[in-house]
């Protein structure tokens, strides 16, 4: 069956430290992968997205990374602060469709 | 622009009532989502509509819950008699390109 799994612990990090949150998929061959972040009481809000033929993709002090033969994402913020705390979200587009998949999401607590 | 408009924010109702969720989308983008969020099942796609036309609604759980977008700029979810297990939290959602952008949800609570 199709699944798509998120970390479903918490990540507690230092600020300033490198944050690294995990996306692995089975049965799915997505054209494209999502992150979205979300916080308490809204919508998801999206962050950044790369396509199957792309391996690495950066915004600001953002990094998504995406292996097709892995099939996992890895999304990184480096230099974390407190202000990152959210869940993080990943989704999965499948070619052919025009819906996304969502993990459940990790929560990402970042201290001073 | 506003971004997606959804109303009413909060909805507490007994079981058996009729409820109406509603949504803006931003002007311009062609496809519309409904989706449910709750702890144990996280966010799950109930309908889309690509210009207006019901595309996907297989996963609506129930012949209570139904969808119309009679336009481009408003879609409602209704549910109808709710049950105590439809408490969630509802989001609409509209795409322009890749890119899905969301409302800021309803909290449904069904006693």
């Known amino acids: 069956s199709q699944k798509i799994e998120q970390n479903s612990e918490a990540l507690n990090i230092q600020e300033g430290k490198t944050a690294t949150l995990t996306c692995n998929y089975t049965?799915?061959?997505?054209?494209?992968l999502q992150w979205y972040r979300q916080d308490p009481g809204r919508g998801p809000v999206f962050l950044l997205l790369?396509?199957?033929?792309?391996k690495e993709k950066r915004k600001e002090r953002l990094k998504v990374t995406f292996d097709t033969t892995l099939k996992q994402s890895l999304f990184h913020i480096t230099a974390s602060q407190p202000a990152d705390s959210a869940t993080y979200l990943c989704?999965?587009?499948?070619?052919?469709?025009?819906?996304?998949?969502f993990g459940a999401g990790t929560r990402l607590a970042v201290h001073p | 622009d506003a971004g997606v408009i959804q109303s009413p924010r909060h909805e507490v109702t007994e079981m058996g009532q009729e409820v109406t969720l509603r949504c803006k989308p931003i002007?311009?983008?062609?496809?519309l989502f409904w989706y449910r969020q709750t702890m144990m099942r996280g966010l799950e796609l109930l309908i889309y509509?690509?210009?207006?036309?019901?595309?996907?609604d297989s996963g609506m759980p129930e012949d209570r819950f139904s969808a119309k977008m009679p336009n481009a700029s408003f879609s409602t979810l209704k549910i109808q008699p709710s049950e105590p297990r439809d408490s969630a939290v509802y989001f609409c959602?509209?795409?322009?390109?890749?890119?899905?952008?969301f409302g800021p949800g309803t909290r449904l609570t069904v006693l």
């Open positions: 959602a509209s795409r322009l390109a890749d890119t899905q952008y």
């Open positions: 049965n799915y061959s997505p054209a494209y």
């Open positions: 790369i396509r199957e033929n792309e």
């Open positions: 989704a999965l587009h499948s070619g052919g469709y025009n819906k996304l998949i």
């Open positions: 002007s311009g983008h062609d496809y």
């Open positions: 509509f690509n210009n207006n036309v019901p595309i996907d």
